[in-house]
């Protein structure tokens, strides 16, 4: 039986509206920006330092840490007060929070959750992505931009979100041996992509 759900996203691919649908059909708690608060308590960081820190993951760290395997397996056993850099502080207080969040049944948005939790057999890993065209109207419409700009948007996003998946996991942002589900919201709309979720939520497993 599934108690959790991880949902990876592409900006523009309504990550968040099909989240907070398949949350509230389920009657379970949604986070997504509520880990950031989270972090921020656990770590010591302000809010804005937690939230900039996917953005501004820097390519010398991803150098450094490529270069030293020793310093990424033994990242994991570090606290948050130990002499470790700034973005895998913020990492470890963000991962501590994942976990206290997964003892009760919930939805997690983004942040490397499916990894974290990746040892667990009771999370329903999703990851939803949306058509070029699509995500482009949605970036406008959110952001209130013109289509250069919301075209730049999306490949910050996009090139943030790997490089900080990368930074702190063994896995391919997006990649999709990782996931249960991937779903297209382009071809589905986000009311059938949360219904699909809800009902693999609720599934029972298939005898072997």
């Known amino acids: 039986m599934k108690n959790i759900i991880t949902i990876g996203r592409e900006l523009g691919s309504g990550g968040r509206t099909v989240g907070k649908i398949v949350a509230e059909s389920l009657g ?10 989270e972090v921020a308590k656990q770590s010591g960081f302000s809010a804005d330092f937690v939230e900039k820190t996917e953005e501004n993951l820097s ?13 990424f397996y033994d990242m994991f056993s570090l606290s948050a007060n130990d002499a470790a850099p700034l973005t895998t502080q913020v990492f470890l207080a963000q991962q501590k929070a994942i976990l206290q969040y997964a ?5 997690i948005v983004g942040r490397c959750a499916d990894y974290i939790l990746r040892e667990r057999d009771d ?8 058509d ?15 289509k250069k700009k919301a075209s730049e948007l999306i490949s910050k996003s996009d090139r943030a979100r790997s490089r900080h998946y990368s930074a702190f996991t063994d896995w391919e942002w997006g990649s999709r041996e990782h996931y249960d589900l991937m779903l297209n919201t ?23």
Not at 186 to 208: K, L, M, Q, T, Y
């Open 103 to 107: 003892e009760k049944p919930c939805v």
């Open 59 to 71: 390519n010398s760290f991803l150098y450094n840490l490529a270069m030293s395997s020793s310093y």
């Open 28 to 37: 379970i708690a949604y986070y997504d920006r509520e880990l950031i608060d």
């Open 123 to 130: 999370v329903l890993s999703v990851f939803l992505y949306a």
């Open 132 to 146: 070029p065209e699509k995500r482009l109207e949605r970036a406008i419409e959110q952001y209130n931009c013109d």
């Open 186 to 208: 382009s071809a589905v709309g986000f009311d059938s992509a949360a219904h699909i979720i809800c009902s693999a939520f609720r599934a029972e497993p298939s005898a072997e």
